[in-house]
C-alpha cells in the first residue's frame, strides 16, 4: 500500500524558514516523480514544486520561486521541501503526491497534508 | 504561461450525465488528468492520459479530449460524486505543472 506521510508544518511569523519533509512507502520510490501541491484554505489546488526520481531536473511555481527549494533522498525515501522568506500567502495544507516517471505526469497518490500558517 | 480554465460549479439530479469540461492552449500538446476531492481530503486521480481510468475508480467516470478542451463525464451520477474536480496539464518547456481552479459538482 503506497503510504506518503508529510511533517513539517506549522505556525511561523512571516520572513521565518520551515522545512517539510515527506516519508514514503510502499512503492519504489527512486522510480517516480515527486511533487508538493499546496491548498489554501477554501481555495483550489497550487502546484508548488516537483522533481524527478533522480533529481536532476527540478521545478517550481513562480509563486515560490527563488524562495522554495525542493530536494530528495532516495535512500531515506523522502522528499523535502525547504521554504525560505515565508509570506502570508503561503498559508495553506501542503501535500505531497506521487508523480509517474516524468516531472509533468500525473499524481497518482497523495498524502493528508501539514498544514502551513504563515502570521505575525 | 499557460493556463487551464474550468467553470465554478455543475449542478445535476442524481442518475443523470455530469460533463466538467477543462480549456486551455496546452491542451492539445499534453495529456490532461482529473482529481476529485472530497471535503477534508486529499485529491484523488479519477482519470489519466485524457481517457485513461486507473484501478479501482468506477466506470462512470470518463475522460475526453478535442482541441484545446478536456471533458470529464460521470454517467448516471450518485450522491458520492459530489465533490471538487480538477483537470491538470503540463508545461513541458518550463517544467511546470498546472491545475484547473476546480470546479463544485453538485447532486441535486
Known amino acids: 500500500e503506497v503510504q506518503l506521510v508529510e511533517s513539517g508544518g506549522g505556525l511561523i511569523q512571516p520572513g521565518r524558514s520551515l522545512r517539510l519533509s515527506c516519508s514514503a512507502s510502499?512503492?519504489?520510490?527512486?522510480?517516480?516523480?515527486m511533487h508538493w501541491v499546496r491548498q489554501a484554505p477554501g481555495k483550489g489546488l497550487e502546484w508548488v514544486s516537483g522533481i524527478t526520481w533522480n533529481s536532476g531536473i527540478l521545478g517550481y511555481a513562480d509563486s515560490v520561486k527563488g524562495r522554495f527549494t525542493i530536494s530528495r533522498d532516495n535512500a531515506k525515501k523522502s522528499v523535502y521541501l525547504q521554504m525560505n522568506s515565508l509570506r502570508e500567502e503561503d498559508t495553506a495544507l501542503y501535500y505531497c503526491?506521487?508523480?509517474?516517471?516524468?516531472?509533468?505526469?500525473?499524481?497518482?497518490?497523495w498524502g493528508q497534508g501539514t498544514l502551513v500558517a504563515v502570521s505575525s | 504561461s499557460y493556463e487551464l480554465t474550468q467553470p465554478p460549479s455543475v449542478s445535476v439530479s442524481p442518475g443523470q450525465t455530469a460533463r466538467i469540461t477543462c480549456s486551455g492552449d496546452?491542451?492539445?500538446?499534453?495529456?490532461a488528468y482529473w482529481y476529485q476531492q472530497k471535503p477534508g481530503q486529499p485529491p484523488v486521480l479519477v482519470t489519466y492520459k485524457d481517457i485513461e481510468r486507473p484501478s479501482g475508480i468506477p466506470e462512470r467516470f470518463s475522460g475526453s479530449s478535442s482541441g484545446t478542451t478536456v471533458t470529464l463525464t460521470i454517467s448516471g451520477v450518485q450522491a458520492e460524486d459530489e465533490a471538487d474536480y480538477y483537470c491538470q496539464s503540463a508545461d513541458t518547456s518550463v517544467p511546470y505543472v498546472i491545475f484547473g481552479g476546480g470546479t463544485k459538482l453538485t447532486v441535486l
Open positions: 503526491a506521487k508523480g509517474d516517471d516524468t516531472l509533468t505526469g500525473n499524481c497518482d497518490y
Open positions: 496546452v491542451l492539445p500538446k499534453q495529456y
Open positions: 510502499g512503492f519504489i520510490f527512486d522510480d517516480y516523480a
